[in-house]
């Protein structure tokens, strides 16, 4: 591999690692560890810790999706990866 | 006009609109047959791939489940979306720039071996079976009860729908339809659900209004908690399982989704490894308008129905309620014969004596939760047209899923096995009519699982999601991101994870070491660590991990070029079309 792909494998990475912790933390730490306390806590007629395992959590995963693609295309085209 | 006519009308128009697609894009070649030529829009594909994801369990089932489950049902809607982040991260963009037809393909390049490959085969094989039979049972159901058609007729009226365009179109047609078909059953499952959102709480979005207030000024939320109380059930924002069994089950349905080779597939159509990115966006979110919506729908079903039956006179319910007593899936038996209708909690044993003091005498209403949806328009007494749209979007969603799961049946039978093991020096034109031959004995395997549904479809359903996570998903991943991940590690993992797997299902969900079905209830309190058998797969798949890291490291590393090929699928630059070598 040289050293320009290793450099953008490890961004590439790094990146994964971002996205797939907010991932982990809206789905399985906020709604569903943390579910509990969080409900105590209503956004209008919506329990907290409910909301975001019925709601919240597919929300943040489309987003989490779109923000993937820009940051990696914005990636390819950095270290010219880009398909012509 | 009746809903029997209405229903005539709009199931004939939509399916007379896929006929019309699956002519006009007919396959011509294995590579249109296989992956539609490989240039597909990627927005275009986001939506053919949602709708080939969302099933008949999406958009039938899935609303109903969680309006039994209340909050337990987050594990069938966070893990279903949340597969498709791994799935659009982990997976798709270098699968894309592998650049083959099939995820047998990868496995078997991959770890260079055609036992890998065979096991892949089988898997795949499975996986799809178990599924495709659901749709088909979902086809016949919404036939029997708006059609009023035998089941069985109705199984084979999809049948033929589904042969004529999955045999002649191939992926190409399959493409094309599942987007007029996504259309279909989006609005049919949107339309409803904003309509009795309207009615019942004032606010057109569904999203936002079951968790807002009727006229009465209280939350919906916190009326269906009462009435849920009231009747000895748990908080229906509270849910009744246990946290580590949440968490094992929504793991297992994640990676189980990543793993699904019907929907891998899918991204090999799009012409670049950046459309592949792209169309997984799109097909989450397409998928999340139908995701977000049925957990509204579940809590105003749920609140329809208690306070439409709730100790009302069976003499006076509505009509819908005979109409579903005649398919079976709602049964009433007064228990203490004093002609209301007493549902609730009977299981509940703080709950007995409440219920005693009223006189009541067991629970005297059962609803199969698949009719929720269904019924939901007719119970909320929205126009004819409306329940007639509900058929077509059940139809609409059995039917693209069912094309797309036999399309993986063809290719795993005429590529995967005839083309690379059996019969390699096939044509083109020889493979294609294998591809035709082996989907026309897909549909009519799918069509018998369909009049003769084997009792234990649910449980292998939730087997197959295991399987997935136990078995693919830890093989794919190692395969991109551990280069020196080798054949043995691989399939020692696969085998182990799948083997154990399905140990745990055997002993737990089908109680064959334990004296059969009736001792399965005993055996909860002997789960390990207190995880369900369907969330197993998430335990299976952490084993298959890292028995494929450890003798991946005592054995020896994969050669050269696998490394170097390993290398390349990480770099987007050089994706050609799909090619079969």
Request: glycine letters at 10%.
């Amino acid at each position: 591999m040289i050293p320009k792909h290793k450099a953008y494998w490890n961004k590439n990475l790094q990146y994964l690692a971002i996205l797939l912790s907010v991932w982990f933390f809206v789905s399985f730490v906020l709604g569903i560890l943390l579910a509990a306390p969080l409900n105590t806590i209503k956004i209008g007629g919506f329990p907290l810790g409910f909301w975001f395992a019925h709601q919240g959590s597919i929300y943040v995963f489309v987003i989490l999706i779109f923000i993937y693609m820009r940051w990696m295309n914005r990636l390819d085209e950095e270290y010219e990866v880009d398909e012509k | 006009m009746g809903v029997q006519t209405w229903t005539f009308i709009i199931v004939g128009i939509t399916f007379a609109l896929y006929i019309a697609i699956a002519i006009w894009s007919r396959a011509g070649s294995t590579k249109e047959f296989y992956v539609a030529g490989g240039g597909v829009n990627p927005i275009i594909n986001g939506m053919a791939t949602a709708a080939d994801w969302m099933s008949a369990a999406s958009f039938i089932s899935m609303a109903g489940i969680i309006s039994f489950m209340g909050y337990d049902g987050a594990v069938y809607l966070m893990g279903w979306t949340g597969g498709y982040v791994l799935l659009a991260l982990l997976l798709a963009p270098y699968l894309r720039k592998f650049g083959k037809f099939t995820v047998p393909d990868f496995i078997g390049d991959r770890y260079y071996s055609d036992t890998a490959r065979t096991v892949a085969v089988i898997c795949a094989l499975m996986v799809s079976f178990t599924y495709v039979a659901g749709q088909m049972r979902g086809v016949g159901v919404v036939f029997s009860r708006f059609l009023e058609v035998p089941i069985n007729q109705g199984v084979l009226i999809g049948m033929a729908i589904v042969f004529f365009y999955a045999v002649l179109g191939g992926m190409k047609g399959i493409t094309y339809t599942q987007v007029a078909q996504y259309c279909v059953l989006i609005f049919a499952f949107m339309v409803p659900a904003i309509f009795i959102s309207i009615q019942m709480v004032n606010n057109p979005i569904p999203q936002l209004g079951f968790g807002s207030s009727g006229e009465d000024g209280v939350y919906l939320l916190e009326k269906l908690n009462h009435l849920h109380v009231e009747l000895g059930f748990n908080e229906y924002t509270n849910g009744n399982k246990s946290m580590i069994d949440i968490i094992a089950i929504t793991a297992a349905l994640m990676c189980g989704t990543a793993g699904l080779p019907h929907v891998i597939v899918r991204f090999f159509t799009v012409p670049k490894v950046r459309d592949a990115r792209k169309s997984a966006g799109y097909a989450l979110l397409f998928i999340a308008i139908l995701y977000t919506t049925a957990p509204a729908i579940a809590v105003f079903a749920r609140t329809n129905l208690i306070t439409t039956v709730s100790e009302k006179p069976y003499a006076e319910l509505p009509e819908w309620f005979s109409n579903w007593e005649k398919t079976g899936l709602l049964q009433y038996n007064d228990k203490n014969g004093d002609g209301l209708i007493q549902y609730y909690n009977d299981t509940n044993p703080a709950y007995a004596t409440t219920a005693q003091s009223k006189g009541w005498n067991g629970n005297e209403l059962v609803i199969d939760r698949d009719i929720m949806v269904l019924a939901n328009p007719e119970i909320a007494q929205l126009p004819n047209w409306v329940i007639a749209l509900v058929a077509a979007g059940g139809l609409a969603a059995a039917l693209s899923t069912a094309a797309g799961l036999l399309l993986v049946i063809s290719t795993s039978i005429s590529h995967d096995l005839l083309k690379k093991q059996l019969m390699p020096d096939m044509t083109d034109k020889q493979e294609l009519f294998w591809a035709r031959i082996a989907a026309a004995v897909g549909v009519g395997i799918a069509g018998y699982f369909g009049i003769n549904p084997p009792g234990f479809v649910a449980a292998v359903v939730a087997l197959a999601f295991g399987l997935a996570a136990s078995s693919f998903f830890p093989a794919i991943i190692l395969g991109i991101f551990d280069k020196k991940m080798n054949m043995r590690g691989a399939i020692s993992g696969m085998v182990v994870g799948i083997l154990l797997m399905t140990f745990y299902m055997i002993k737990f969900k089908f109680g064959l070491f334990d004296g059969g079905k009736s001792a399965v209830a005993g055996l909860q309190d002997q789960w390990w660590l207190g995880i369900s058998p369907e969330g197993f797969g998430t335990v299976a798949m952490m084993v298959n991990f890292i028995i494929s890291m450890i003798v991946s490291r005592f054995t020896q590393d994969p050669p050269d070029e696998i490394q170097e090929l390993v290398e390349d699928i990480r770099i987007p630059r050089g994706s050609g079309g799909a090619v079969a070598h």
